[in-house]
């Protein structure tokens, strides 16, 4: 079996053993307990958005279609992120405050001229 094959089985293991694990209040309460280990980065997130990322790989994951891992890393992407704003207070400052200065157009995605 070449590696990307069995790499490919690992994850459609793995998927299926989270998602499965995610449909029992037990299975979500253990990844509650190994989540900092896991995702050390997650002590920085408030409770709310907690309950979210508990949430969150659940639904991606909660499909019969074959795994699309790219739902399940943009969940962690985009808590990560979260994260790293509120673990610095002065940008976390800046992002929720509102400012009266108009910082004109936003230029479209791509477009640098």
């Known amino acids: 079996m070449a590696r990307?094959?069995?790499e490919a089985a690992v994850l459609a293991a793995m998927s299926t053993t989270a998602s499965e694990m995610f449909r029992s209040a037990e299975g979500r309460a253990l990844f509650l307990d190994v989540r900092p280990q896991v995702f050390a980065w997650t002590r920085f997130l408030p409770a709310a958005d907690l309950r979210?990322?508990?949430a969150e790989p659940a639904h991606a994951l909660?499909?019969?279609e074959p795994v699309d891992t790219s739902s399940v890393a943009l969940v962690?992407?985009?808590?990560?992120?979260?994260?790293?704003?509120?673990a610095a207070p002065e940008l976390h400052a800046v992002l929720i405050t509102d400012s009266a200065d108009d910082c004109g157009p936003f230029p479209e995605?791509?477009?640098t001229g």
């Open 76 to 86: 962690l992407v985009e808590r990560q992120h979260t994260a790293e704003v509120h």
């Open 62 to 64: 909660d499909t019969d």
């Open 4 to 6: 990307a094959d069995q």
């Open 52 to 54: 979210l990322f508990a």
């Open 109 to 111: 995605p791509g477009n």
